[in-house]
Each structure stands twice: as C-alpha cells, then as structure tokens.
C-alpha cells in the first residue's frame, strides 16, 4: 500500500512517480537470475535438481520452490546476492527511469506475469520489458560467483551423492 498512491497517480496520469508499485512488480524476477545461474554454472547435482524443478514455477515468478528448496533461506552463502541484487535492480531502474530511457510503470501488471511482458505491459513500451531482460542479465552476473562458490562448499547432500 506504500505505492500504491504513486501508482494511482502514474495510471491517472497526474504524476510521473519512479518507484510504484507496478516498478517493484516488475522488479521481482530476480530469482530466475538465480536459477539461470545455476543451470550454467553449478556442479551440484542437489542444486540443478531444484533449479530445474523449480524453473517453471520461476517462469511465472513463483519462487517458493528455490527459496525453500535450494535452501536461500538460512544460507549464508546466497544471502549477500539475494539482498544486494534487488538493490542493484532498484538502482538500474531509477537510473533507465530517470533518463527517460524507460517509460514509468504506468500499469500494475500481476505479479505471475512472465518476464519481459510484465515490464512491456506495465510501461507500455517495449523498453519496459527490455528493463526486465537487463535486469535478469545483471541478476545472473551478481549470482554467478556466489553459485561458483557454492561448488566448493560440501554439504549433507554432497556425501550421499558420493
């Protein structure tokens, strides 16, 4: 509800507010950055097994089988991604915003809506949906180290693989 007033005045056309709510629906895909990075870059067998399991469900942005399946939740090593990447999304998007880059969200898309048509839909310009492409691009970036990493690290499931 915090945006929502920013959001009723970008869909009125009264006001060009930046961060609305239809900015941090769009915004949410961040996991799928996760699980691309892992797909490419893991070489646990637990975690592709999860990341392919749950890619479908990521594809329309439900995230609670790799939040509770991998786990990031209680995982020290995928915290600092999972905090830092919204920030860096937040920060690419002010910035595409501000320049006039990216139309503001206008819409508020539902928060199921696969990538690249929910930042399309929401501003209604293609350059939202490209926000969303950059975004998911950067995302893999910032988790890619953090997914090599967790290579190095044994865990209970590694022992049983073995």
């Known amino acids: 509800m915090v945006y929502m ?85 937040t920060v690419i998007g002010y910035v595409a915003i501000s320049i006039g880059l990216v139309p503001i969200f206008k819409y508020v898309v539902p928060w199921t809506m696969p990538l690249f048509f929910g930042g399309t839909i929401g501003t209604g310009s293609i350059m939202g949906g490209l926000l969303q492409v950059v975004w998911l691009l950067v995302d893999i970036a910032i988790y890619a180290p953090f997914v090599i990493a967790g290579n190095k690290v044994k865990d209970e499931y590694d022992e049983e693989e073995a």
């Open 5 to 89: 007033p920013a959001q009723l005045a970008n869909q009125a056309g009264d006001a060009s507010y930046i961060f609305s709510n239809g900015f941090f629906e769009a915004g949410l895909m961040h996991i799928m950055g996760l699980v691309i990075a892992i797909l490419i870059f893991s070489k646990k067998d637990s975690w592709r097994a999860v990341a392919k399991l749950g890619a479908p469900a990521m594809f329309f942005n439900i995230q609670e089988p790799i939040a509770f399946g991998l786990p990031i939740v209680l995982n020290p090593l995928l915290l600092v991604p999972y905090v830092l990447v919204p920030l860096v999304n």
